[in-house]
């Protein structure tokens, strides 16, 4: 079975929703290994449902933690994130599923973040992408 | 300048190759970490056998390094093990392993050997173009993926003192690679432009390339060295 959605509490999420498939945001991790592990663990269970149910993932970032900004245990957890989504995006193609990941400034209202995530678990035909959400990423490295 | 550099997964493989390159290269020592009992390095090579996932692994790296007596000019993080299977296949066992060995190994020594480093000291990551995506992989290419995010943030956290990059090689001629079916292996090599697989040698020259001066002005970057194999 999917989990349900991973957002935070801080998040509404109207009963309107539609969050058919797995929506994961990740948190704010600590420094340690064990919090970059859990972290995944987490993401990767909900992904293998995700998958056995032939539906739609989307992992939710921010760009500061892929840009490394944040400390390294914050970037491995988001870059390994993106580098999964991207093979679960490969195996999704026959089964009509996707796979893909928000990655979101700051300045990005949660709603904002959240409607965008939305529309990517339900287009249908974006997988494998990264979604910026704001301008922090031009100029920056890619991964 | 004098000085000691580790290399993990040093029994084989790229490691191995990785290791004996930097001991040919400069007036190093070359420490090379491996899990394995037969390690079978040239005696330029310090061995080292430890499991680099245990809780006393790392420590027992840096008290070879110290007892050394020689500054730390950098490391090589290249351990890594594959359990593929397809995401609705994959166990939890060979996630949590691959995870571990890949990402929480590199983690826990760098970690540990960073305050070691000297000014101008390297570490370099070993990834994968799987980092990239690549089918039957979720567990691999994410902890490689891991391995960029780390190297990024690493590379602004231990500057302006230690450089911090990746490679990320392609299809490499080593004993992993033999184990794919010949048939699969021909149609990989045929989608890359450069037409043949690479040589543990090729990423081995690279590796000095990042942990030389030669790229005193590179930190964060990833190479990816895989023949082209992006392109097509």
Redesign the interface.
């Known amino acids: 079975m999917i989990p349900p959605p991973r957002i935070p509490a801080a998040v509404e999420v109207t009963p309107s929703d539609d969050l058919a498939g797995f929506l994961f945001w990740m948190d704010e991790i600590g420094p340690g290994?064990q919090d970059?592990?859990s972290e995944?663990?987490e993401a990767?269970?909900g992904?293998?449902e995700s998958?056995?149910s032939e539906t739609s993932m989307v992992f939710i970032v921010k760009n500061d933690?892929?840009?490394?900004?944040?400390?390294?245990?914050?970037?491995?957890?988001?870059?390994?994130?993106?580098?999964?989504?991207?093979?679960?995006?490969?195996?999704g193609v026959s089964k009509g599923w996707t796979a893909n990941v928000v990655a979101y400034d700051v300045i990005v209202s949660p709603a904002e973040v959240l409607g965008r995530a939305k529309f990517v678990l339900q287009n249908g035909i974006t997988t494998?992408e990264i979604i910026h959400l704001g301008p922090g990423h031009i100029g920056k490295?890619l991964? | 300048m004098k000085g000691t550099i580790v290399v993990t997964g040093a029994a084989r493989g790229i490691g191995r190759v990785i290791a004996e390159k930097l001991a040919e290269s400069g007036p190093f020592t070359v420490v090379g970490v491996d899990l394995s009992p037969e390690l079978g390095l040239s005696e330029a090579i310090v061995p080292v056998q430890v499991d680099l996932t245990s809780e006393s692994g790392p420590q027992q790296v840096r008290e070879t390094v110290e007892g050394l007596g020689l500054p730390l000019l950098g490391l090589v993080n290249n351990a890594g093990i594959t359990r593929d299977a397809r995401l609705v296949n994959l166990t939890d066992t060979d996630f949590s392993a691959v995870l571990e060995v890949n990402l929480g190994a590199a983690f826990k020594l760098t970690t540990e050997l960073a305050p070691l480093m000297k000014e101008g000291a390297a570490v370099v990551n070993i990834a994968s173009r799987a980092y990239l995506g690549n089918f039957g992989q979720f567990n691999y290419s994410m902890s490689k993926g891991g391995l960029v995010g780390m190297t990024r943030a690493l590379a602004i956290s231990l500057a302006p003192t230690v450089r911090v990059n990746a490679v990320a090689p392609g299809l490499i001629a080593t004993e992993m690679s033999k184990a794919i079916p010949e048939n699969i292996r021909e149609k990989m090599v045929s989608a890359i432009p450069l037409e043949r697989m690479g040589t543990p040698e090729e990423i081995a020259n690279t590796v000095w390339f990042l942990i030389s001066p030669l790229s005193s002005y590179v930190t964060g970057e990833v190479l990816v060295v895989g023949g082209g194999r992006s392109l097509t």
Do not use: C, H, Q, Y
Request: hydrophobic residues 55%.
């Open positions: 290994w970059v592990k995944l663990t990767f269970t992904a293998r998958a056995k933690d892929l840009l490394g900004r944040n400390g390294p245990t914050r970037a491995m957890a988001a870059a390994g994130l993106v580098s999964a989504a991207r093979t679960a995006a490969l195996e494998g490295a991964i």
